[in-house]
């Protein structure tokens, strides 16, 4: 579905290139993780996945057209909803009547469903909402576009406690086998049991791109505070009950996926855990 193959890429008052040959696949009808630190590119990889940048050399691919020609087709099938947005101060009713037609597939039912995860309706007004729920109106609307591609950065970010439930709930609620969503997050607690994909990102390459049922067939997560299997652990941190390792999952048994600690063991030592995922 999207191919980006030997990427490059460079800020103009930048002398160090963000991407250089950078190259990565995502398949259709699952929900990504882009996992990564801080100034490691996620953001703007966002950006040249949908055009909205170019690149100095290189492609990115979706459905086999190049998104940097923007070309209708194309654009009609991808929706970014960025960290930071504006959106103007008119009625929703009226937000959605000038670009709805941009995308053929939107469905005002639909919306309606994904408003009601929020507890929100259609008769809002975009000037009158706070941060947060400015973010679930625009959250909403994208999700209703039905593009076969929805990108999102930090989608948790301002949202409060009962937000962030709740956005598990509307994602779940707007998945098909025809939808992709990437979603770029440091908040990895709010989508560890959302994510189907995990892609993590460091220093111009990519850690690990890997299915969430295969990382849990190989590896073992565990809260412990026993120090009877520290011998065997790829990766141990502290933590509240003691500690919290990752095993090689050798009886094949099932575990929760811990992104935190996926995430902090790849920085550590990547080789070493990829021995075990590769097996």
Known sequence: MLKIENLSFVYKRS??????????????????????KNGVGKSTLLYLITGLLMPKSGKVNFDNEDVSKRLPKTLQDIYIVPEEFDLPP???????????SFYPRFSEENLEKYLHCFDLNMD????????????????????????????????????????????????????????????STHQVKDVDNLLEHVIVMDSNKVLLNESVSEICQK?????????????????????IQGKSMILPNKENEESAINLELLFNALLTDTD????????
């Open 15 to 36: 002398q160090k290139k963000l991407f250089d040959n950078f190259s990565l696949s995502v398949e259709k009808g699952k929900v990504y993780g882009l996992l990564g």
């Open 90 to 100: 008119i009625s929703f009713r009226k937000y959605i009547e000038c670009n709805k």
């Open 124 to 183: 809002v007004h975009l000037g009158a909402l706070s941060m947060g729920q400015k973010k679930k109106v625009y959250m909403s609307f994208a999700l209703a576009t039905n593009t076969s591609l929805l990108v999102m950065d930090e989608p948790t970010n301002g949202l409060d406690i009962p937000g962030k439930s709740q956005f598990r709930k509307f994602i779940a609620s707007g998945m098909s086998d025809e939808k992709t969503i990437i979603i």
């Open 219 to 239: 590896l073992l997560f565990v809260e412990t505070s026993s120090n009877d299997s520290a011998e065997e652990a790829l990766y141990i941190s502290p933590s």
């Open 272 to 279: 070493k855990l990829k021995v075990y995922l590769q097996n």
